[in-house]
């Protein structure tokens, strides 16, 4: 193995260094026109007005915000997470990042307003740079470096819509604490409900656990809610949007819902200041996931009710609903069973929790046989064949009953 003499050279590791933080996320002030140069080997003197202008501009390229101080661990010009794990790197006139966490984005912007900075150039990944728009464009700023799509600008006109409204609220807030406090009272008294998400569908996919590097591969998932963004993350969401019978698309409006969950157990890396790391096996649970769009799942409750209502036969819900053939079969498999009971109301309350168990899993958006989006010329006929047998059975049970 050839050694290379010149890789524990202090110079060459330092040049090292600074290519790969040159090739970072970043965001860089644009200096207009009619700033003043202000360099570290500025020793020449200028006039009273020039020397104040001057001060004034490296003062404020210092700024950083007491908020953001708090978020890190600051090591001379460089600034870490609790970990240990560097966030960002701060040059003055320019901030950089190996890091697409949105919060850390949200933190440079706050320090590029706090230096005055009214133009920025972002560069790096398509994330953070997209990311860094949305956070600068939102705090007033001019960006360069990034090509809003359509979609993007539509996005932050609705981001800036629902911030109004949100501050307009939160002024006429005090007036309505009665109406609130009921309204509160009135949901807790509510039957529970799955935990769902819903909103305009930004973007989703693969990525490290809230975006950090140094955390495991998890799935996100970005939307825009009338309370503003919303980002999600699980594992079983890659899942649930593979299998999502809707097959939603950025700009969809959707509905993300926690159906049910699963228990799991994870292994729990703890890092300790005299020794290595201590893992340990750790039981919680896994969120198990439905994402579909709005459209769909409203449809899908309007077939639960059908579903649900007995006074419905089977042939007029299958006709209005196509989907629910599988499930009609489902409930006549359970009049079946129910056969084994003696006492008529048993039947009875047999049949009704299997129908209503079966109608709550058509409202969910779950998987059932025979469920389609759009339906081929043959699926249709196989439905078709399918409610008819339905019927046919219902009309031979009423005329044994003659």
Known sequence: ???????????????????????????????PAEAPQVRESDGKKS?????????????????????????????????????????FSDRAVKLTTPSENTQVIRDLVAIAQARG???IVVSGTQRFRKE???????AGLEVKGFRASEVDEARLVRRLGTDSVREEKGSRGKERSDDVAQAREAKSSAPAKPREHV???????????????????????????????????????DRAFRESLSRPKTGDEVVVRAVKQEP???????????????EKEVATHRNRWVVEQRQFLEEREKAAQ??????????????????????????????????????????????????????DSVQRGEALPAVRLRQSESERRVAERGAGAIAERERTGRARER
Do not use: C
């Open 1 to 31: 193995m050839t050694h290379d003499p010149s890789s524990g050279d202090p110079d060459t590791q330092t040049r090292r260094r600074k290519a790969k933080r040159a090739a970072e996320n970043a965001i860089r002030w644009e200096r």
């Open 47 to 87: 006039s009273s007005n020039s020397s104040k202008s001057a001060e004034a501009v490296r003062d404020a390229s210092t700024a950083v915000p007491s908020m953001v101080r708090s978020h890190f661990v600051q090591v001379g010009r460089d600034y870490y997470f609790s970990d240990g794990a560097r966030a």
């Open 117 to 119: 900075w009214q133009r």
């Open 132 to 138: 860094a728009w949305v956070a600068a464009r939102e």
């Open 199 to 237: 909103g305009r569908l930004i973007e989703h996919g693969p990525a490290p656990y809230q975006h950090d590097p140094h955390e495991p591969m998890s799935y996100f998932v970005k939307l825009e809610t009338s309370r503003g963004e919303k980002e999600l993350w699980g594992v079983d969401l």
């Open 264 to 278: 799991v157990t994870v292994r729990s890396r703890r890092e300790v200041d005299d020794g290595p790391a201590i």
């Open 306 to 359: 059908v579903l649900r209502n007995p006074s419905v036969a089977a042939a007029q819900g299958s006709r209005e609903h196509p989907e629910l053939v599988g499930a009609y079969l489902q409930v006549h498999a359970a009049e079946l069973a129910a056969k084994q009971f003696r006492d008529p109301q048993d039947q009875k309350k047999f049949v009704a929790l299997v129908r209503a168990a079966i109608a």
